[in-house]
């Protein structure tokens, strides 16, 4: 069973930096493309950043030039560099990637969500 499990969500004060990872775990052909999301209280989830198996990268405006991402292939992990966090970047941030697993086909696959709280 394929599984995307994160770590290194918390809390900090504006202006400071946390990193986010997430691994993927199972019976695992290849990972195409992986990203992070993230959901604010009363809001829709939305897209952060993403990164393809290639390493082209796509960020949000709101969080270019303070976030990066990155992934090992070979550790099937993905990465998310946060910097200069603002206090509107208080979300619950989720690992997304689309996953060729043993059994079926292509899919996306969800991380359970790690909790970011930037204080002011």
């Known amino acids: 069973q394929v599984q995307l499990v994160e770590s290194g969500g918390g809390s900090v004060q504006a202006g400071g930096s946390l990193r986010l990872s997430c691994a993927a775990s199972?019976?695992?052909?290849?990972?195409?493309?992986m990203g992070w999301y993230r959901q604010a209280p009363g809001k829709l989830r939305e897209p952060v950043a993403a990164i393809t198996s290639g390493g082209t990268r796509n960020y949000a405006d709101s969080v270019k030039g303070r976030f990066a991402i990155s992934r090992d292939n070979v550790k099937k992990t993905v990465y998310l560099q946060m910097n200069s966090l603002k206090p509107e970047d208080t979300a619950v941030y989720f690992c997304?990637?689309?996953?060729?697993?043993?059994?079926?086909?292509?899919?996306?696959?969800w991380g359970q969500g790690t909790q970011v709280t930037v204080s002011s």
């Open positions: 199972g019976s695992i052909i290849s990972i195409d493309d």
């Open positions: 997304n990637a689309d996953i060729l697993p043993t059994i079926g086909g292509h899919r996306d696959y």
